[in-house]
């Protein structure tokens, strides 16, 4: 299908936790929340219905992404992470893994794949990024994370 790995290996919960933690934009309760993924994943847990592709670098993981099929709704997907280690950033990795997971929700059915972020400030990069890989900005929900951080929701019909 690509390049990427999307098997989940033991050792993927604390090399994943460690390249969202090295992004510097994620708090502590959602790098807990990519770790838990990654394990409810692994272990086949009921209702961990997420898709991974990892990006394996030399010594560590370079970029992944996390995605699935947001329930009740006609085939449309949802980009839940999506990472890449900074010392790694703007020679198209990120790019290489959002087209082959919107690649791999088209093989599986799915016509939109959509992805929230944050209005704030150390956020923009990854808007930047949305807008760049043909992602239209949908809304904005003032201070829903916090007070002065929206909710900022993209998407995109495959
Ligand atoms: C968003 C992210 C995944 C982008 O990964 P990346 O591998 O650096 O992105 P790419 O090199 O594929 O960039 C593709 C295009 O996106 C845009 N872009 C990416 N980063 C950008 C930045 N910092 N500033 C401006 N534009 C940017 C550019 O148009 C870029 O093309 P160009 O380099 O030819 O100009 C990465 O910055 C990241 O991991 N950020 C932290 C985590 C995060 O915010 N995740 C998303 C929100 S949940």
Redesign the pocket.
């Given at each position: 299908m690509n390049q990427f790995r999307n098997e989940l290996k033991e050792e993927d919960e604390a090399s994943l936790a460690l390249l969202?933690t090295r992004?510097?934009?994620?708090s502590d309760e959602e790098i807990a929340i990519a770790r838990d993924l990654v394990r409810e994943t692994r272990l086949g847990m009921p209702g961990a219905d997420y898709l991974f592709l990892i990006a394996d670098g030399i010594a560590q993981i370079d970029?992944y992404t996390c995605y699935g099929r947001i329930p009740a709704t006609d085939n449309r997907f949802e980009?839940?992470?999506?990472?890449?280690?900074?010392g790694?950033?703007?020679?198209?990795?990120?790019?290489?893994?959002?087209e082959a997971s919107e690649q791999d929700v088209r093989r599986r059915g799915g016509t939109h794949l959509f992805?929230?972020?944050?209005t704030r400030d150390?956020?923009?990069?990854?808007r930047?990024?949305?807008?760049?890989?043909g992602y239209s900005f949908y809304a904005e929900v003032p201070d829903f994370h916090a007070d002065g951080d929206g909710l900022a929701i993209f998407g995109k019909r495959l």
């Open positions: 969202v992004t510097g934009v994620f970029g980009l839940y992470w999506i990472a890449v280690d900074p790694s950033h703007r020679h198209g990795l990120g790019r290489a893994l959002l992805a929230e972020t944050s150390d956020y923009a990069p990854a930047r990024f949305y807008k760049a890989n």
